[in-house]
Nanobody, 119 residues
């Protein structure tokens, strides 16, 4: 099992910045990808950004150029630096850790942290 603990959410004005952190514990040797998803009220959970164990990254088009994901493999922690925040970034942000294996990848989730951007 993998446990994920998020921190860093809050209320910020449009144009501002926030940094989310997610620390993993437990069976951390099994983690491959780590990432962030978000879910706004009435909407489905969507990918924000992901970083592989090798450091490759992928971003949702809506956050490219504004958000940066990074990973500290020694601390098994993933960060999401969010700049130039917009009202539409308001959502609950969830940390994700993924382990690839058979028969299917296994996903672990944090409890979520609220990010609210006021316009």
């Amino acid at each position: 099992q993998v446990q994920l603990v998020e921190s860093g959410g809050g209320l910020v004005q449009a144009g501002g910045s926030l940094r989310l952190s997610c620390a993993a514990s437990g069976s951390i040797f099994s983690i491959d990808d780590m990432g962030w998803y978000r879910q706004a009220p009435g909407k489905q959970r969507e990918l924000v950004a992901v970083v592989t164990s090798g450091g490759s990254t992928n971003y949702a088009d809506s956050v490219k150029g504004r958000f940066t994901i990074s990973r500290d493999n020694a601390k098994i922690t993933v960060y999401l630096q969010m700049n130039s925040l917009k009202a539409e970034d308001t959502a609950v942000y969830y940390c994700n850790a993924r382990r690839y294996g058979s028969p299917a990848p296994r996903n672990y989730w944090g409890q979520g942290t609220q990010v609210t951007v006021s316009s």
